[in-house]
């Protein structure tokens, strides 16, 4: 990719907006060219401005969460890339932003050069990954038969958010008989035999969000 890179920045927070404009300012390849304050905005905003690349936050409060906004923007004619960058290092997320389409992955305490290549990469169709989400990854890929899938997350979030079976298979529209096979399926992946087990040990090893 050649000339300026056009960026949209997704953030609910200003402070963070600002930081980030200030350190992007600073490389005389981009330009950005808009800012959303909401993951609806920026899917608005992906499809009515020129943009080569959205910087995407994973957390908007009450709204659409990130993922969600970068499958919208992913799929949308001529899509710009979207790079997730974010304070949230779970598989669950991880695995969330990369399924939505997303071409680059990385963390808010990323020193500037590294944002700048990230951006580039990115903006470029490569993959940018911050070193420890492309560790976490490699991981899965290693261990595959150990690793929770995309479903078995979902679950097992909804588990530590104190949900019955009941409820967690109205939500995630599954059979009470399909969320007791797929818990049955985490606690063998996760060596426990409790569902309180099974919380502590994903959040110990950043599986899912606490």
């Known amino acids: 990719m050649s000339g300026i890179i056009r960026l949209l920045l997704a953030d609910d927070h200003p402070v963070v907006r600002t930081g980030l404009r200030a350190v992007l300012d600073t490389e005389p390849d981009f330009e950005v060219v808009a800012e959303a304050v909401s993951a609806e905005r920026a899917v608005e905003l992906a499809g009515t401005e020129q943009v080569d690349l959205v910087l995407m936050d994973l957390q908007f409060g009450a709204g659409m969460h990130g993922s969600d906004a970068t499958a919208a923007i992913t799929a949308l004619p001529d899509a710009p890339r979207v790079l997730v960058l974010t304070t949230y290092d779970t598989d669950a997320d991880i695995l969330a932003a990369v399924e939505a389409g997303a071409t680059g992955y990385l963390l808010k305490d990323a020193p500037p050069e590294e944002l700048a290549a990230a951006v580039r990469t990115a903006a470029a169709g490569q993959s940018a990954l911050a070193p420890t989400i492309a560790h976490r990854l490699m991981d899965r890929m290693r261990t595959p038969g150990t690793a929770l899938s995309r479903r078995e997350t979902e679950v097992l979030?909804?588990?530590?958010?104190?949900?019955?079976?009941?409820?967690?298979?109205?939500?995630?529209?599954?059979?009470?008989a399909t969320v007791k096979s797929h818990l049955v399926h985490i606690y063998g992946k996760l060596g426990v035999d409790s569902r309180t087990a099974a919380v502590a040990v994903a959040v110990d090893r950043g599986l899912i969000r606490r």
């Open 157 to 176: 979030e909804l588990v530590a958010d104190g949900l019955s079976n009941q409820r967690i298979s109205k939500q995630l529209f599954l059979s009470q």
